[in-house]
């Protein structure tokens, strides 16, 4: 289906973006500004499903279905609480890990994030 092809690109796309930004950061400690990325909710998934970022970048989840969603760390860190839809929420990540997440409405929703310097 055009969809999957679409996801496999992206999913393509992040891989070589996060490979270009490891290569990018060798030799450079901690001088790069913090940014901000974006997960999308839809079709009942967290797209990226899997989300890398450096220390100190933000993580904003929108909710683009018409069902209510959460966004909620397995290790109860943080949580959205209720997204209606097109709601958004918003969190920093200032150390490193890998942070798994799952929505309390639909357990089966997972996502993860992975903070890496
Ligand atoms: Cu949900």
């Known amino acids: 289906m055009a969809r999957t092809a679409v ?8 891989a070589g973006l996060a490979l270009g930004g490891l290569s990018g950061s060798s030799g450079a400690t901690g001088g790069g500004a913090s940014q901000l ?13 899997r989300l890398e970022v450096r220390p100190g ?5 929108v909710n683009r279905d018409l069902a209510p969603h959460t966004a909620s760390a397995e290790d109860g860190d943080w949580d959205s609480g209720e997204l209606s839809k ?5 969190t920093t990540f200032s150390s490193a890990g890998d942070f798994a997440y799952f929505c309390a409405f639909h357990p089966m929703m997972r996502g993860e994030i992975v903070v890496a310097p």
Do not use: G
């Open 7 to 14: 996801t496999a690109l992206l999913a393509l796309l992040f």
């Open 57 to 61: 970048d933000s993580v904003e989840w």
């Open 86 to 90: 097109e709601a958004t929420f918003r």
């Open 37 to 49: 990325h974006r997960v999308v909710i839809e079709r009942f998934t967290f797209q990226p499903q």
